[in-house]
């Protein structure tokens, strides 16, 4: 019997941010695969099997995954977010490109599910209204030169910039270091926010000039995203409301000239 995967993404945390898609691929499942604390939201269920594992042995459990779905099992692998955004559905093409040549008869799939980025930005107005990119500063997988090059670049060409990964016991300096960079590009009110845990009970919304952003990068954690405005990003102030954030559709000037007036 041949059997599935389903690469399901969880969204950020709210269960009522899951997709009915991605309920009915959970619901199906004979047996759920993932990180350790992305399982514990789903409840237990007699006849479905949870397969729980350690945060850094993506290709291991993607492994595991196929070979489940060779046995003939109906397979849900979950990530947080969407599992197509640093997470397991890359994860688990690497280990189909590499792997047992049987598992390409099997049927995959991939269930979306709402973003870090997107919910934070839904949170706060309309960060993302202009042209934007994502960017993990995580250097376990490339190397940080690579990150550095790709920040210039994303910088001068005036882009909205959301970053996964910011910072872990292990990467303590990156955030910072990606933030001065910014204070090179862009305005110093640029608006910076920082989206911690966003949809679940311990969510934390703070919004920051760039200039104080860097300072306060050591309050982030591996639960936040960070978003780094355009230099067109701006705050709508209100009374007894919080300000909205937005960065407007049109562009009126040139980033190249902006970028170089600055540095
Ligand atoms: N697949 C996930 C991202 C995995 S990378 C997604 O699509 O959201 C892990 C990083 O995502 C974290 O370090 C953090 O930067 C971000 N992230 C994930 N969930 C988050 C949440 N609820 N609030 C804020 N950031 C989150």
């Not at 960079?181 to 679940?200: C, D």
């Not at 995203?225 to 705050?235: C, D, F, H, K, Q």
Request: with cysteine; glycine share 8%; hydrophobic share 50%.
């Amino acid at each position: 019997m041949v059997g599935s995967l389903t690469i399901v993404g969880l969204g950020p945390g709210e269960a009522h941010w899951l997709t009915p898609a991605a309920q009915a691929a959970l619901d199906a499942a004979s047996d759920l695969v993932g990180y350790e604390p992305y399982l514990d939201r789903i409840p237990a269920r007699a006849g479905r099997t949870k397969h729980g594992s350690d945060n850094r042995v993506e290709i291991a459990r993607a492994e595991h995954a196929l070979r489940l779905a060779a046995e003939g099992r109906t397979v849900a692998v979950v990530s947080g977010g969407d599992p197509g955004v640093f997470a397991m559905a890359a994860a688990v093409f690497e280990a189909l490109e590499a792997g047992d040549p049987a598992w390409r008869a099997l049927t995959i799939t991939v269930e979306p599910g709402i973003t870090a980025m997107l919910a934070a930005a839904a949170k706060v107005g309309a960060p993302l209204g202009g042209d934007f990119c994502a960017i993990s500063l995580s250097d376990n997988l490339k190397p940080w030169e690579v990150v550095t090059m790709r920040l210039e670049a994303v910088l001068a060409a005036d882009f909205v910039i959301a970053l996964y990964n910011p910072i872990s016991k292990a990467r303590p300096w990156q955030l910072g270091a990606a933030l001065e960079l910014a204070v090179r590009h862009r305005p110093a009110e640029t608006p910076v926010i920082f989206a911690r845990a966003v949809g679940r009970p311990d969510e934390n919304l703070r919004v920051l000039p760039l200039s104080q952003a860097v300072a306060a990068a050591a309050s982030a954690d591996m639960a936040t995203l960070v978003m780094i405005g355009a230099s067109s990003t701006r705050l709508i102030e209100r009374p007894g409301q919080a300000a909205i954030v937005y960065t407007p559709r049109s562009v009126t000037k040139s980033p190249c000239a902006t970028s170089q007036g600055r540095t």
